[in-house]
């Protein structure tokens, strides 16, 4: 696969960096990292990522709502969900929003792996 410029959307500094290694020891980039929501539509529209890794929880606005927004603006987005909630009606709320996909957290970079490349072939 060609290498890919993602944008990695998570509250966590420690999730940012985690998420920031398996990416890059795919051989992607990471193009930018958002904290919220908010900052990920801002930072959408400047940096065009190739992927976005969006986490539901986060101050401000949560990344289903960001997601939306996103899909809403730019209809061709890739964004792949990757939260600590497993909760059924999370995962269904995060599709309709325009998500191509769904990790749960602590994510297996294999599993990592097989997630970009399915999003990446919708």
Known sequence: MTPL????VDDSLLGQRKLITMIEGLGHAVIKCAGTGAEAVQFYKDVNPDLVTMDITMPD????????IIKEKYSDAKILMVTSHAQKSMVIDA???GAC?????PIEIAKLEEAINRAMKL
Do not use: P, Q
């Open 95 to 97: 599709l309709d929003a």
């Open 5 to 8: 410029n993602i944008m990695v």
């Open 61 to 68: 606005m949560n990344g289903i709502e960001a997601t939306k």
């Open 101 to 105: 996909g769904y990790l749960i957290k």
